[in-house]
């Protein structure tokens, strides 16, 4: 039912290619969420110009033009409860968001980062894995806690990494998969199949296969 739809908030930063794809999989009425809004900490993200291409309302919030944190983030939530967002997703979102920011969300705000978390999180992550000499890498959907690149997992998508990659071929390989990855993530979240006890995610009716190993390099068999 077209008006059972979530209404999602994407907060963005800059490039915005998850966020392209998250308002790409929700064009689809059959898919549980629609993006209501784009909000961005800084007016110069590129992503701005493209959701309005798309008709989704966006906005820039320049932290410049409040006196602290908390009052731009005061603006933030805002617009988010004028828009009646019951979820937020982000995306390139590069601005660390204070405790009682992420408390208020707490189970409805779900970002991406691009490793295979625990692993590497923060900045640089790509470099991080090559030094490390990992030979899977990825990217990771989870739920915001205050604590950054920590929270429940919803959903991990796993790469090779291949002689001879760089940071930004690895860096490519990543984006591919979070852009099917986000949108998987939300629809199962906004769909209700998703339970999160303490640290963990469970997801209703989720087809497990314990033979879907991925091994790199590829069995020489
Ligand atoms: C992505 O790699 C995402 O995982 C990380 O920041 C990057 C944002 O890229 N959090 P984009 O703005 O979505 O293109």
């Excluded at 290619?17 to 998250?22: E, R």
């Excluded at 705000?109 to 990825?138: E, W, Y």
């Excluded at 963990?200 to 091994?215: E, M, R």
Aim: hydrophobic share 50%; net charge neutral.
């Amino acid at each position: 039912m077209a008006d059972a739809r979530k209404r999602v908030a994407v907060l963005i930063s800059g490039r915005g290619s998850n966020m392209a794809a998250l308002i790409a999989a929700a064009s689809q009425e059959s898919f549980p969420a629609e993006i209501a809004l784009v909000l961005s900490n800084r007016a110069d993200a590129v992503g701005l110009d493209h959701a309005r291409a798309q008709g989704v309302s966006a906005t820039a919030v320049d932290r410049r033009k409040y006196a602290s944190k908390a009052e731009m983030e005061a603006r933030f939530d805002a617009a988010l409860r004028e828009a009646g967002i019951e979820l937020i997703c982000l995306a390139g979102y590069m601005q660390l968001l204070s405790a009682t920011f992420v408390k208020a969300w707490r189970d409805r705000m779900l970002n991406i980062h691009p490793s295979l978390l625990p692993l590497f999180p923060g900045l640089d992550t790509h470099a991080r894995a090559l030094q490390a000499g990992v030979k899977l890498h990825g990217a990771t959907v989870h739920f915001v806690r205050t604590e950054m690149d920590t929270g429940p997992i919803v959903a991990q998508g796993a790469v090779p990494v291949i002689p001879g990659d760089t940071p930004d071929t690895l860096a490519a390989r990543v984006l591919e998969v979070e852009h099917r990855l986000y949108p998987m993530a939300l629809g199962l979240v906004a769909s209700g199949r998703v339970t999160v006890t303490g640290d963990i995610v469970q997801i209703d009716g989720a087809p497990a296969d314990p033979n879907a190993a991925i091994l790199s390099p590829p069995d020489q068999g």
